[in-house]
C-alpha cells in the first residue's frame, strides 16, 4: 500500500511552453501534497505544501504564478510550470501525506523536467 | 530554526567495508520525527527509517543500523558490509510533529560510492 504515482515521469519541452505534472496517491487520500525540486547534486528543496481544497502555500522565493499548483481532490495534485525556460530544467518530486497517519509521508518516483 | 547537516558530501568504500553516513540536526520543537532516505541513480526516493524523539532505541535491520543520541542531536547510519548495491545518495530530513504542517528539512545528502 501507500503509493504515490507521478505523470509523466519525464518530459522535454520548448522554452516558453507550459507542463503539467500530476501527482496521485494510488491507494490512500492524502489532505496534504508536497511538491520538492531538485537538482543535480543538490538536496530536495521544498517548492509548496498543497491542501486539498484550498490554495497552496509556497515556499519564499519560489514563484507561484510560475509554478500553479492544484489540488482538486484528495488523491490528486497537479503542479504546472508555466512559461517554461531552460533554468526549470529540473528533478520534481511529489509527496502525499495520508490523511489517517500524519507524519506518514510518501513519495512519488519524481518527474524529470527538461526544457529546450 | 530547523535543520539537518550531513557534512560528509561524499564518501567512498570498497565492498564489505563498514560505513557510518552522519546526521546532525538543530530544532526547537521537543517532539519531532527523524527520517533516513535512500535515493538511488533512478531517482525515486526509498523510506529506511522514521525515529520518534521520545525513542532513543538504536534499530537494526539486517546490514542497516541507526544510532539516535538526542544529547548530541544525531541520527547516525551505519551499514555493515557495503555491497554495491548500497551506491546511492543517503538523505537525513526532519519533521516536527506538531508544527511546520508536516513539512520534511532535508540534510544535503551523502553520495556513497561502494566499489567492488
Known amino acids: 500500500g501507500a503509493v504515490v504515482s507521478q505523470h509523466p515521469s519525464w518530459v522535454i519541452c520548448k522554452s516558453g511552453t507550459s507542463v503539467k505534472i500530476e501527482c496521485r496517491s494510488l491507494?490512500?487520500?492524502?489532505?496534504?501534497m508536497f511538491w520538492y525540486r531538485q537538482f543535480p547534486k543538490q538536496s530536495l528543496m521544498l517548492m509548496a505544501t498543497?491542501?486539498?481544497?484550498?490554495?497552496?502555500?509556497?515556499e519564499q522565493g519560489v514563484e507561484k504564478d510560475k509554478f500553479l499548483i492544484n489540488h482538486a481532490s484528495l488523491t490528486l495534485s497537479t503542479l504546472t510550470v508555466t512559461s517554461a525556460h531552460p533554468e526549470d530544467s529540473s528533478f520534481y518530486i511529489c509527496?502525499?501525506?495520508?490523511?489517517?497517519?500524519?507524519?506518514?509521508?510518501?513519495f512519488g518516483p519524481g518527474t524529470r523536467l527538461t526544457v529546450t | 530554526a530547523q535543520k539537518v547537516t550531513q557534512a560528509q558530501t561524499e564518501i567512498s568504500v570498497v565492498e564489505k567495508e563498514d560505513v557510518t553516513l552522519d546526521c546532525v540536526y538543530e530544532?526547537?520543537?521537543?517532539?519531532?520525527?527523524l527520517f533516513w532516505y535512500k535515493q538511488p541513480p533512478s531517482g525515486e526516493l526509498v523510506f529506511l527509517i522514521r525515529?520518534?524523539?521520545?525513542?532513543?532505541q538504536n534499530e537494526i535491520s539486517g546490514r542497516y543500523s541507526w544510532n539516535f543520541q538526542k544529547s548530541t542531536s544525531s541520527f547516525n547510519f551505519t551499514i555493515t558490509a557495503s555491497q554495491v548495491v548500497d551506491s546511492a545518495v543517503y538523505f537525513c530530513?526532519?519533521?516536527?510533529?506538531?508544527?511546520?504542517?508536516?513539512?520534511?528539512?532535508f540534510g544535503q545528502g551523502t553520495e556513497l560510492s561502494v566499489k567492488p
Open positions: 509527496s502525499a501525506r495520508d490523511k489517517g497517519f500524519s507524519y506518514e509521508q510518501y
Open positions: 491507494d490512500f487520500q492524502a489532505t496534504t
Open positions: 498543497s491542501n486539498e481544497g484550498s490554495k497552496a502555500t509556497y
Open positions: 530544532t526547537r520543537d521537543t517532539t519531532y520525527y
Open positions: 525515529r520518534n524523539s521520545f525513542d532513543e
Open positions: 530530513a526532519l519533521t516536527p510533529i506538531y508544527n511546520q504542517g508536516g513539512k520534511l528539512i
